[in-house]
């Protein structure tokens, strides 16, 4: 499975923007996806997921209540709304796909063995 991320860019603090992961293969929701983020100088963390089996999504603390991970199996697509966002959201954001994702891994890197090249977004005024 190869995956395209796009809708990166520069925005306001407070604004919004939509990334969206295109999978090369249909997938149907057999597939667990994720969205990663690593700032400059940082550690690449996770930023939110959605387990193939019943949906269950996970999100980290820091953006609970901003973003909204979602998929369209029809499209083969997934997607990471972001909402109010801060300068500490700057970041290259990766996605994430893999069929083998446990519950209990659902937002752990290593889970993930396909992985998207990674869009920019930059948060400032």
């Known amino acids: 499975v190869q995956l395209q991320a796009s809708g990166g860019g520069l925005v306001q603090p407070g604004g919004s923007l939509r990334l969206s992961c295109a999978q090369s293969?249909?997938?149907?929701?057999?597939?667990?996806v994720a969205w990663f983020r690593q700032a400059p100088g940082m550690d690449r963390n996770t930023v939110a997921a959605?387990?193939?089996?019943?949906?269950?999504?996970y999100y980290a603390d820091s953006v609970k209540g901003r973003f909204t991970i979602s998929r369209d199996n029809a499209r083969n697509t997934f997607y990471l709304q972001m909402n109010s966002l801060r300068p500490e959201d700057t970041a290259v954001y990766y996605c994430?796909?893999?069929?083998?994702?446990?519950?209990?891994?659902?937002?752990?890197?290593?889970?993930?063995?396909?992985w998207g090249q990674g869009t920019l977004v930059t948060v400032s005024s």
């Open positions: 994430a796909t893999d069929p083998s994702v446990i519950s209990s891994n659902l937002a752990s890197q290593s889970a993930y063995r396909y």
């Open positions: 293969e249909r997938t149907g929701s057999s597939y667990s």
């Open positions: 959605i387990h193939r089996i019943g949906g269950r999504i």
